[in-house]
């Protein structure tokens, strides 16, 4: 058994939010108790203890939308790449990328991801996967990463008929294959989705397959509506809206995530809340791409599940958050809107959308919840309480002030310290992999 003490705790737990002299007991998996540091210390007095060193102990992030196939991607510049629009970033650089992975790369790009998900406290990662050159066996090479690092994943294959029909059904069967497995394994850290890209790269004829070959087992991850393409491509070739097009083939539910969601109609957002689906904000790649601000307001109005992830762009939530809520607030020209939305997204919808994954509780401290815990640095020089803790994160906090990590129990990253896990030979080791893989994609 462990005791985490000498810390501010910040439970996400509305019968006890903060407890300033707070500690947390966990065995195994599960939190086991949570109290004021004397009491747990009377309570378990042989436990193994954590020192949180005063700081802030909380509980781990979850990050529902991000790519892991583009781990490798940090500093790469690819020869006459010039964007003028979301088509011509997808295609002359994430599809670009994504035809040269090799097994050997996308473990390298799991790695990465997962050393910086502990890094910045994240221990909950919902993946939306590509990898082109080499699609077979690329989610169960993921998942066996996934399990040596310790991080709690929901994987998916992203099917798309931008590389011909022999590639997508490669793609479907990589997701009925893996789906398949995590049923069989019953693993408690490793879910599956059905991952498609996007509507304007996915056919009838696709979309027919797809649903055959999930055949009900798990909800969808896809994009959608995250540039014009989506709307543009809908109308005029199938005569209907982007959502109307998922209700047509059964992919809307609440075990589906839709990724993006910028431009949609009212009557869509009504849609997607009426039939629970999820959707994912992922506020800094859209600014970054350029393809517009997701209408967060409006969707909480209607009653949307809404989440937030990274899309990769990060992997540090705290970022994320900051700015979901300055896009919201500069689009609506309003200094007083959105932050109640944007913490609910990280804070309480996050929990509730791996809730529909996975079955122990994530993102709150109390007992029997997982003992996903992280201590942040942060001496804060103006009052902290339980009430005004996001105004500080927002404010004064980045994901990098992590200083432990601990996820479902296993003690992952102890006072910025990897723990079994060999950061600079991995390092080296990934390292060297990009060399090759950019060489790839430049020659």
Not at 93 to 102: S, V
């Given at each position: 058994m462990y005791l985490i003490t000498n810390g501010r705790l910040f439970t996400r737990d509305p019968e006890r939010p903060y407890i300033e002299d707070g500690a947390v007991a966990f065995e195994g998996e599960r939190i086991t108790a949570v109290?004021?540091?004397?009491?747990?210390?009377?309570?378990?007095?042989?436990?193994?203890?954590?020192?949180?060193?005063?700081?802030?102990?909380?509980p781990a992030f979850i990050n529902a939308h991000t790519h892991i196939y583009s781990g490798l991607a940090r500093g790469l510049s690819i020869n006459g790449y010039n964007p003028t629009n979301f088509y011509e970033i997808l295609d002359g650089?994430?599809?670009?990328?994504?035809?040269?992975?090799?097994l050997e790369d996308t473990k390298a790009s799991a790695y990465a991801t997962y050393l910086e998900c502990i890094r910045n406290g994240v221990t909950t990662v919902f993946d939306h996967h590509a990898s082109y050159k080499e699609i077979p066996g690329s989610l169960f090479a993921i998942a066996d990463c996934a399990k040596e690092m310790g991080i709690r994943s929901c994987l998916c294959y992203e099917v798309s008929d931008r590389d011909g029909e022999a590639k997508c059904d490669e793609a479907i069967r990589e997701n009925a294959d893996f789906i398949r497995y995590c049923k069989e394994q019953k693993d408690p850290m490793l879910r599956a989705m059905f991952g498609m890209h996007a509507l304007f790269t996915l056919s009838d004829k696709t979309f027919e397959k797809c649903v055959k070959a999930n055949d009900g087992r798990t909800g969808y991850h896809i994009?959608?509506?995250?540039?014009?393409?989506d709307v543009e491509d809908?109308?005029?070739?199938?005569?209907?809206?982007p959502v109307e097009r998922l209700e047509k083939w059964g992919i809307l539910g609440e075990k589906t995530i839709l990724g993006h969601c910028i431009h949609l109609t009212e009557p869509e957002m009504e849609r997607i809340a009426e039939s629970n689906t999820m959707v994912v904000n992922n506020p800094e790649s859209n600014m970054g791409n350029a393809v517009g601000c997701s209408p967060v307001l409006k969707m909480f109005e209607k009653g949307v599940m809404l989440g937030l992830g990274t899309d990769a762009y990060t992997h540090d939530m705290l970022e994320s958050l900051k700015v979901a809520l300055t896009i919201q607030r500069h689009n609506a020209g309003?200094?007083?809107v959105a932050w109640n939305e944007v913490t609910t997204m990280l804070f309480h919808n996050n929990a509730k959308i791996a809730a529909r994954y996975f079955d122990t509780p994530l993102g709150v401290i109390r007992e029997g919840a997982?003992?996903?815990?992280?201590?942040?640095?942060?001496?804060?020089?103006?009052?902290?309480?339980?009430?005004?803790?996001?105004?500080?994160?927002?404010?004064?906090?980045?994901?990098?002030?992590c200083r432990t990590t601990?996820?479902?129990?296993?003690?992952?990253?102890?006072?910025?310290?990897?723990?079994?896990?060999?950061?600079?030979?991995?390092?080296a080791e990934i390292l060297a992999t990009a060399e090759k893989l950019w060489g790839r994609v430049n020659g």
């Open positions: 109290g004021t540091e004397k009491e747990l210390r009377l309570k378990y007095p042989q436990a193994q203890l954590i020192d949180a060193k005063g700081q802030l102990i909380m650089m994430w599809w670009k990328l994504d035809r040269e992975l090799t994009h959608i509506c995250e540039g014009l393409n809908s109308r005029e070739n199938y005569h209907m809206l309003m200094p007083n997982a003992a996903d815990i992280i201590v942040m640095d942060y001496l804060p020089f103006t009052p902290l309480s339980g009430d005004n803790l996001d105004g500080h994160m927002i404010f004064g906090m980045n994901g990098r002030q601990i996820a479902n129990g296993r003690l992952l990253y102890l006072d910025r310290q990897f723990v079994d896990i060999d950061e600079e030979k991995l390092s």
